[in-house]
Structures are given as C-alpha cells and as structure tokens.
C-alpha cells in the first residue's frame, strides 16, 4: 500500500506559479499511475492531470498549455507545475495514485489520497 503526501502549496497572486510535490513510499511508484485532483469550497473534488506508468499524460481541458505533470521514478515523486494561476483554481490539490495501466479522470478510479495541499491565488 502507497502512502502520499503533498507539498508546495501556498498563496500565489493571478499569473503566478506554484510548483506542487507528491512523496510516495510504502509500494512500488513506477507501477501506479498517478495524477492530481483538486477540491474548491462547496465544489466536487476534479480531476486536473494524470501520467501513466509510461509517462503518457492527459490534462483536464481548462489547463492544458499552463499545467505540467511529471513524475520521477527513482524518487518516488510526482510533481505538478502550474503557471499562469487563476483565481478560479484555488483549491485543495490532491495527489491520488492506482495500480496498473490506465488513467482514470474519476475519483473513483483512484485507490490511495495524499492529504491534500492547499493553493489560494489572489487576484
């Protein structure tokens, strides 16, 4: 079983960047698939990008061109950077992780949570 835990929020003005961090431990990194989640007050939890155990990605339409997914195996680290933030996107992010092959963009899709970090942008 993977334990996650999230790190790089913060407050960022409208236009910045904020880079995010997820440590795993406790499994096998390379074998899960990963992505980033967030949660607004009042708003159902999303999903915002995902990388395959390949390194293949798929982003959530509204980010796409300002939002960066990687991952580094031998670390055990999956990194989300985001740039021109918006004030729309403050939220809780959290990291999820899933056996196997494929991404999924479902909460349900997803077996393990980090606890979630929070990013506030100001405008």
């Known amino acids: 079983q993977v334990q996650l835990v999230e790190s790089g929020g913060g407050l960022v003005q409208a236009g910045g960047s904020l880079r995010l961090s997820c440590a795993a431990s406790g499994g096998t990194f390379r074998t899960y698939a990963m992505a980033w989640f967030r949660q607004a007050p009042g708003k159902e939890r999303e999903f915002v990008a995902g990388i395959t155990r390949g390194g293949n990605t798929n982003y959530v339409d509204s980010v796409k061109s300002r939002f960066t997914i990687s991952r580094d195996n031998a670390k055990m680290t999956l990194y989300l950077q985001m740039n021109s933030l918006k004030p729309e996107e403050t939220a809780v992010y959290y990291c999820?992780?899933?056996?196997?092959?494929?991404?999924?963009?479902?909460?349900?899709?997803?077996?393990?949570w980090g606890q979630g970090t929070q990013v506030t942008v100001s405008s």
């Open positions: 999820a992780a899933r056996p196997g092959l494929g991404l999924g963009v479902n909460v349900a899709d997803y077996n393990y």
